[in-house]
C-alpha cells in the first residue's frame, strides 16, 4: 500500500473546460470562507461537527497489552524487513513501519469514508474564494510528547522542510504549495500557486508536522537512530535496528478526548519484529511471538497452517473482505533502458508468464489474474468506451496522439492454455520480438542489430520468489531472452528501486478509495519518471497520461472522476508500462485468539489502531 500526492482542452462534449481559460477551482462543492470542520473531494461529509468518535472507532475497548504483528503496508523509505533509521520522512536509509503513529497532521482521514478528511490538530480550516488558500485554526490543546504546544510556526517549518528535502511521495505533491504563513501562533495558511489539483489539499493536509524547536541544531535529513520528537498516539520505546522496534502507547495523548483521536489506540504496546525472509516470521508466528499476521503467500496459507495451535483453537485463520481501494500489483519493465522501450518487448515479456499454470500449481488456485492498476474498483474499464468516455477520448484527441485501440474493447491479457509451455502465446512473443528487432543467434539467444543480448533480470528480495518467478524465467529463455533471477537483501532491494537500477522488479500497491491528482503524478506522471524515489518505476513519461492525470484532479464530481479514471485505465493497459499480475478478492489474515475488533472500516483497515487486548480471550487460550 501507499501514500503520494497531485495535478484541459476546448469546450467539448460532456462539458469539458480548458485550463488556460478558467481557474482550477480546489473542491468547489465546499462552501468558501466559513470555517469548517473538515473537507471531501465532492463535499460529502458524514460527521457533523463536534463529533464524538467515528463509528468504526470503541471508546469502550480495554486499554493494555502488547500488539506484536507483521504490517501488511507501508509508507515512504520505510522497510519491513530491517531499519538502519528512525528518519521516515526522507529518502535516505530504511526506516521501520508506523513511524507515522507517532506523529499528528492537521487533518485525519475517515476510514469509512472514500475522501473525507477532518480537522485534527487544526480545529478549522476555511478555503479562501479562489480556492487558493487555506487557512487552518489551530486547537489550543495541541502538543508534542514534551508538553509544549504545537504551534503554526511548527506548521509552516514542517511543509518548507518537506518540500525542500522530504522524500519524494512528500516533496513531489508540493510543487503547488507557494508559501506558508504563520499569521500567528495558532493560525496557519497553506497557500497554493493555482496549478493543484482540486484534491490535492486533502493529502496534503495529512502530511507530518515536525517540532521546530526540535531541528533547530539538528539536520533533518540525516540517518539517525535517535527518536525524533514527535505528538501522535505513540512514541518509540525500545528498539533494536535491524531486529525489532516497540511503540509505547502515550498516556497523555491531547488527542484522545477528540472525535478524531477517541477510541483507537488501544494497546500499550505496538512491537513490530523484521526478519529478512517470510518463512522465519512464519515459524515466529506459529509459536506465538508475532499475534497478527496477513498472509501473503499461498503456499503457505493454503498447506502450512496446520501447526497445533491451529487444530486446538488458539489460532484463527480467517479471510477478511478486501478493502474497497483500487489495488495493483504488476511488474514493472525500466524504460529508462533501451532495450525495453519498445512496447512489442514488453508484450512479448508478458506472454511468457503462464498465470493458469502458476494459479494452480504454484497459488493453490487461491488468486485472480489481474488486468488493471486500478483494480476491484469502478475505475476498471470494461468494454467499449461509454458515451462519457468517448466524450473524453475525443476531445482529448485534439491535443494528443492516441494510442491505437482506444476505442475497442478495454485490453485484456489473453489466458494461457495452462500447460506452462502455451506454444500459441510463445509463437506470438517470438514474433513481437523479431518485429522490435531482436533475431536468434546460434547460441538460441536473441540480439538486436549491434549484437546486443536482450537481458532481463528480475529483481526479487525473498527466496520465496524463486519459486513463483523460476518457471517464468526459464519460459522466457525458451523464446531467447536471456532472463535470470537476483536476489538482494531488503536495504539493496530498496536502494536499487528508489534509483532505478533495475531492469525488472515487482509492485504492489493499494491506491486511495478516491485517487487525487498527486496520487496518480507519483505512479504514473512525467514528474516523477526522473526522481529517484518515485514510484514511477516503468519511467513513464507520456504527455497523454500527464493529461488523463490533470482531468481527475479537474473532476467537479465523481461522475467526471470515474469517468476520467477509467479512460485512464485503458490508455495505461494499451501502454503496457505494467505487466498486472494476480490478485485476491480477500484478505488471508491469521492470529492468536486473544484480541478484540469491531466492524472492519470499508477504505482503511489499521488493526494496530483499532483492535484491542482481550484479556479473558487470552485466558483462555492460556496466553493471559
Not at 226 to 241: E, I, K, N, T
Request: hydrophobic content about 40%.
Amino acid at each position: 500500500m501507499i501514500i503520494d500526492r497531485r495535478r484541459f482542452l476546448t469546450v467539448a462534449a460532456g462539458g469539458y473546460v480548458a485550463s488556460a481559460a478558467f481557474p482550477r477551482l480546489c473542491l468547489a462543492a465546499n462552501p468558501t470562507g466559513v470555517p469548517r470542520h473538515g473537507l471531501s473531494a465532492f463535499g460529502d461529509l458524514k460527521y457533523a461537527a463536534g463529533f464524538a468518535a467515528f463509528d468504526y472507532a470503541n471508546p469502550d475497548a480495554p486499554v493494555g497489552g502488547t500488539f506484536n504483528f507483521q504490517p501488511g503496508y507501508w509508507y515512504f523509505n520505510q522497510n519491513t524487513q530491517t531499519f538502519n533509521t528512525l528518519n521516515s520522512f526522507v529518502r535516505r536509509g530504511d526506516a521501520p513501519p508506523r513511524m507515522e503513529m507517532c506523529y499528528d497532521s492537521l487533518v485525519a482521514s475517515a476510514h469509512d469514508e472514500p475522501d473525507a478528511v477532518y480537522c485534527h490538530v487544526a480545529e478549522t480550516v476555511t478555503i479562501s474564494q479562489d480556492g487558493n488558500r487555506f487557512t487552518f485554526r489551530l486547537r489550543d490543546i495541541a502538543r508534542f510528547h514534551d508538553g509544549t504546544p504545537i504551534t503554526a510556526a511548527d506548521v509552516k517549518f514542517s511543509y518548507d522542510t518537506l518540500k525542500a528535502e522530504g522524500h519524494p511521495q512528500l516533496s513531489l505533491p508540493l510543487d503547488p504549495l507557494a508559501e506558508v504563513i504563520a499569521e500567528d501562533a495558532r493560525t496557519v495558511t497553506l497557500v497554493f500557486d493555482g496549478t493543484q489539483s482540486a484534491q490535492a489539499i486533502l493529502s496534503v493536509a495529512g502530511y507530518p508536522i515536525l517540532s521546530a524547536a526540535y531541528y533547530a541544531d539538528r539536520t533533518f535529513d540525516e540517518s539517525t537512530l535517535d527518536a525524533p520528537l514527535g505528538s501522535g498516539p505513540y512514541r518509540v520505546g525500545d528498539f533494536s535496528a535491524g531486529r525489532y522496534i516497540e511503540y509505547e502507547r502515550v498516556p497523555d495523548y491531547w488527542a484522545r478526548g477528540i472525535g478524531t483521536g477517541r477510541g483507537t489506540g488501544h494497546f500499550q504496546t505496538i512491537r513490530i519484529e523484521f526478519y529478512a525472509e517470510r518463512q522465519a516470521g512464519f515459524e515466529a508466528f506459529k509459536k506465538g511471538e508475532i499475534h497478527w499476521r496477513r498472509e501473503f503467500t499461498s503456499k503457505t496459507w493454503a498447506t502450512e497452517y496446520n501447526f497445533p495451535a491451529v487444530e486446538e483453537g488458539q489460532v484463527v485463520q480467517r479471510l477478511f473482505d478486501d478493502l474497497k481501494r483500487p489495488g495493483m500489483q504488476a511488474w514493472a519493465l525500466n524504460q529508462r533502458r533501451e532495450r525495453f522501450k519498445d512496447r512489442r518487448v514488453r508484450d512479448a515479456i508478458g506472454l511468457c508468464f503462464d498465470f493458469e499454470w502458476t494459479n494452480q500449481n504454484l497459488f493453490y488456485g487461491l488468486y485472480a489474474r489481474s488486468q488493471s492498476i486500478f483494480g476491484g474498483s469502478q475505475y476498471e474499464a470494461a468494454g467499449t468506451p461509454d458515451e462519457d468516455e468517448t466524450a473524453l477520448i475525443q476531445a482529448l484527441g485534439a491535443d494528443h496522439q492516441l494510442p491505437d485501440g482506444i476505442m475497442d474493447d478495454a485490453y485484456i491479457q489473453s489466458a494461457a492454455d495452462g500447460s506452462g509451455r502455451d506454444r500459441a502465446r510463445l509463437r506470438e512473443a517470438t514474433r513481437l520480438l523479431e518485429e522490435a528487432g531482436w533475431t536468434a543467434g546460434g547460441d538460441g539467444l536473441l540480439r538486436n542489430a549491434a549484437g546486443e543480448t536482450l537481458d532481463v533480470e528480475l529483481l526479487i528480495r525473498a527466496s520465496v520468489f524463486e519459486r513463483i518467478y523460476g518457471p517464468f524465467v526459464e519460459v522466457m529463455r525458451m523464446v531467447g531472452i536471456n532472463a535470470g533471477l537476483r536476489l538482494v537483501d531488503p536495504a539493496q532491494y530498496q536502494a536499487r528501486t528508489a534509483e532505478f537500477d533495475f531492469d525488472m522488479a515487482g509492485f504492489a500497491l493499494t491506491w486511495g478509495a478516491t485517487p487525487t491528482e498527486p496520487s496518480l503524478e507519483g505512479v504514473l506522471g512525467s514528474k516523477s519518471a526522473e526522481l529517484p524515489g518515485s514510484r514511477n518505476w516503468p519511467g513513464t513519461a507520456d504527455p497523454l497520461v500527464d493529461a488523463l492525470i490533470a482531468r481527475v484532479g479537474d473532476a467537479e464530481n465523481r461522475d467526471q472522476h470515474e469517468t476520467a479514471m477509467r479512460v485512464l485505465d485503458r490508455v495505461l493497459r494499451l501502454r503496457r508500462d505494467w505487466i498486472p499480475n494476480w490478485t485476491a478478492p480477500n484478505q488471508f489474515i491469521a492470529y492468536w485468539d486473544m484480541f478484540g475488533f469491531g466492524e472492519m472500516p470499508d477504505y482503511f483497515w489499521p488493526v494496530e489502531a483499532l483492535w484491542w487486548f482481550d484479556e479473558d480471550r487470552a485466558r483462555a487460550i492460556g496466553r493471559a
